[in-house]
């Protein structure tokens, strides 16, 4: 609806408009910005990176999982990991819990190194800016509508990019798109950190002795949802990050549930806190230091594109002539219950992400980039890991450049042009 007039302030004109700076958004904005476009970034909470710098502290995706170790991403996702690595804050991490080799951070470092390259790319940054509405000619979407402290304001852009992990802006739009309505959706997980770990003893139990343990004290009065969580050491020392909470069935769009889902997710925090402290050796005086800034979304609505990449894809290693990014990381299904499901590719193997995937159904000068990019549920849960979503984001950056400076909505430039440019930046396709 483009309805707002008087009492929203225009806040101007850009190249490019990208909502959201999780991997996906903060990818695409210093992409298009390297690219010489004006990018203004839009963000609601006061730093930079979603779930990157929300909830998480290791990357996943970098590399094909197995005995194969293949890098499958890079560009400005390597400069992304160099910056965190220059500051001393990351690790290469070996992964026992199925993902494959990790890039393990501190994640207050990282809204510092996102910030930092945002800013050296020329991007405009506007957080505690929330997008409510789109403004749209026909159909095409020349821009946003958001609430500040401030009131309404309205920005406009030649191309806009999605990339608020929920597809806010393309559901504002009318894309159509799945969600909680139409099956069971990831389960969501508030982490935290805990301090004053011994850590040496505490990386020395291995993932099984860890996990019957958590079935053991599950039968002793501990209320443990999920048996298979995770834990593991982080740069800083003393530190140990977890991945262990569940909340299932809930829809994350709804403000009501995704409010329960915090109080329950936290409430679980502190209970596995107590169970790491009284029964895992290494934990004896550790302390709960902090909790994820809003629990973790994993999946909430995924926008049908010009093509919808599927499970049968993913596990068949497909190859696309519009590839603009591939991913080696397995389906990770948190379902409801005590277990997590994986199902890997062939070894060694990629599916190429195809650019229809970040192209909506009707709805032109748009973008997605990220988790809630075309796919299905079980193909989603592969290709969410923060390694695609950081390529899908430097995909969209390039495109909205060259679709800007056409004057074209995205689906009508040339996808060689896209490929070509993505390669000379370091692009992995
Ligand atoms: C608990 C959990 C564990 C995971 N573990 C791993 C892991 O270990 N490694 C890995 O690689 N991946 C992991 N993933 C997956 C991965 O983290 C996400 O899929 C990825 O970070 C999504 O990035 P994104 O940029 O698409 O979205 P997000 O990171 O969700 O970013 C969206 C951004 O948009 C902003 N936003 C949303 N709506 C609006 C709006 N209306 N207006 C303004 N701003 C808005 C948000 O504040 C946010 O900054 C995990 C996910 C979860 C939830």
Known sequence: ?????????????????????????????????????????????????????????????????????RKVVGGVPDLVVKTLIQRGKAIVRPNTYGAGQGITYDPETLKMVWETLAVEAGVRILYHTLVIDVLRDGDRVTGVVAATRNGLISLTAAVVIDASGDADVAAAAG????????????????????????????????????HALMADASEHGYTLPRREGSVHI????????????????????DTEQLSQAEIEGRRQAAEYTRFLVDRVPGYEQALLASLSTQIG???????????RLTREDVLGARKFEDAIACCGAP?????????????????????????????PQGAEHLLVAGRCL?????????????????????????AAVQAARAGAS???????????????IGAVI
């Open 374 to 398: 075309s796919a299905d549920h079980d193909a989603h849960a592969a290709i969410r890991s923060m390694g695609q979503c950081m390529a899908m984001g430097q995909a969209a950056g390039v």
């Open 331 to 359: 389906i990770e299904d948190h379902h409801a219950g005590s277990d997590t499901v994986w199902h890997y590719l062939p070894e060694g193997e990629t599916v190429d992400i195809p650019f229809r995937c970040l192209l």
């Open 1 to 69: 609806m483009s309805t707002y007039t008087a009492s929203v302030r225009d806040r101007g004109h850009s190249d490019v408009l990208v909502i959201g700076s999780g991997s996906a958004g903060a990818t695409a904005a210093i992409t298009a910005a390297q690219e010489g476009a004006s990018v203004t970034l839009i963000e609601r909470y006061g730093f930079m990176g979603g779930i990157s710098t929300q909830v998480l502290d290791t990357f996943y995706g970098f590399f094909t999982p197995g005995q194969t170790v």
């Open 410 to 424: 995205p689906r009508d430039i040339p996808i060689k042009g896209v490929q070509d440019r993505l390669r000379q």
């Open 234 to 253: 982080t740069p800083l020392a003393g530190v140990m990050a977890t991945n262990m909470t569940r909340v299932s069935g809930v829809d994350p769009t």
């Open 297 to 307: 979304v994993r999946e909430s609505r995924r926008i049908f594109g010009e093509y």
């Open 175 to 210: 894309v159509p798109f799945e969600g909680a309505a139409d099956g069971p959706l990831q389960s969501l997980t508030t982490t935290f950190r805990l301090i004053n770990v011994d850590t040496e003893r505490a990386r020395a139990v291995k993932k099984d002795e860890l």
